[in-house]
């Protein structure tokens, strides 16, 4: 155990517990995919929700060296776990931050031409050539340098190279997960054009799905996400990776319900039997997404009790979600047990694919109320 993990409060209502040999196993299995290319860790929104401080360390002791956050603070907050670390700040340089990243030995990823030229202005005004990278858009249409950009770096302004260490070229694939769409085809072709009119630097390509679409798209640094918490990397494919988080909460009370009762707001669930249900300290608030209701008719996620399943009943709510303990001996749901929601049973996966989103959403939702454990093989 890394953190606390003897002691659970006993006003915790619900715990979520991260392995961080999992995690580190996930970055050793990516390391390994990505063949000759660097590994880095993205540990953006507090590392996916799991907390950005204790994720980093992990991830430096098993030799990540260069992480990829969102913003500034984020950035700083690994520069002091991580003195030695590259640090890429995908959010770019926002007008008038560049004296921000003084004294911290930051990456800003530069993902306009107004962009350069400042921070070559700010380079210019320190008598440092201070690193950055250049976020290339090539068809996602959302952060990076337009082909009109590139070719005015490459032509008018390419002097503005001589004032900063180009890091590193990089953009970002939009369709990754779905190994056979023709967008990466695409964005791999686009990349390759741009950066050849660029000054030679380290490129990089590929996210989580870019590092199992081949050498081709591994370039000189892959950036991995969701595949080093657990998540599904490609749609339609067995996920690989090991699970890294573990939700459990607390039974509140036993409720008995008479058949052809309702259960929560709407009165959307009808028993279908005389049943015993168990209210649990987590809800919307802490991460368990409201999509994950189960009327009647459908049914719900299932959580579980030792080895024995309790589906999710009636609608999820702010603090509370039912479930269905019936068939569990009374003497092991009870007031004060514990149900595991989430894990290696029923996944990040298995939550999204029903409530109809994605892995990264339900991961960065997980709330600060939950007591979290930072442990070694629990999950």
Not at 57 to 83: D, Q, S
Not at 237 to 242: F, G, K, L, S, W
Not at 278 to 299: E, I, K, M, N, V
Request: some cysteine; glycine content about 10%; overall charge neutral.
């Amino acid at each position: 155990m890394i953190r606390d993990a003897h002691t659970i409060p006993p006003d915790a209502r619900a715990v979520l517990t991260i392995d961080l040999s999992a995690l580190r196993a996930n970055w050793r299995a990516l390391n390994v995919a990505s063949g000759k290319a660097e590994c880095a860790g993205v540990i953006k929104a507090d590392a996916y929700g799991l907390g950005i401080d204790e994720i980093a360390h992990a991830l430096a002791a098993e030799g990540c060296c260069t992480f990829f956050v969102a913003t500034l603070t984020e950035a700083r907050i690994v520069r002091m776990a991580n003195p030695g670390a590259r640090i890429f700040v995908l959010d770019g340089l926002l007008p008038g931050a560049a004296p921000s990243y003084t004294g911290f030995d930051l990456c800003p990823c530069l993902s306009s031409l107004e962009e350069v030229r400042e921070w070559a202005a700010w380079c210019d005004a320190t008598g440092r050539r201070l690193r950055a990278a250049i976020h290339l858009d090539t068809g996602m249409h959302r952060l990076g340098l337009s082909r009109a950009d590139v070719e005015q770096l490459a032509g008018p302004e390419r002097a503005l190279f001589a004032k900063f260490d180009l890091a590193l070229v990089m953009s970002h694939l939009a369709c990754a997960d779905v190994p056979g769409h023709p967008m990466n085809a695409a964005q791999l072709a686009r990349f390759q054009a741009l950066r050849a009119m660029l000054p030679p630097a380290p490129a990089s390509l590929a996210n989580s799905g870019g590092v199992f679409l081949g050498p081709d798209f591994h370039f000189d640094l892959v950036r991995p996400g969701i595949a080093l918490y657990g998540g599904r990397a490609l749609e339609g494919h067995p996920n690989p990776m090991r699970w890294v988080v573990r939700l459990q909460a607390r039974i509140l009370q036993i409720r008995h319900v008479a058949a052809g009762e309702s259960i929560g707001y709407g009165a959307t669930f009808q028993a279908g039997r005389d049943s015993r249900v168990a209210t649990l300290a987590c809800g919307y608030a802490d991460g368990f997404l409201r999509a994950l209701s189960s009327p009647t008719g459908h049914p719900g996620p299932v959580g579980h009790i030792g080895e024995q399943p309790v589906p999710v009943v009636g609608r999820v709510s702010m603090d509370l979600i039912t479930v269905d303990v019936t068939d569990v001996p009374e003497r092991e749901a009870c007031r004060g047990a514990w149900v595991e929601v989430l894990g290696a049973r029923t996944t990040i996966d298995d939550l999204t694919d029903r409530a109809g989103t994605i892995g990264y959403e339900l991961l960065t939702r997980l709330g600060r109320r939950v007591h979290r454990i930072y442990a070694e093989g629990t999950t």
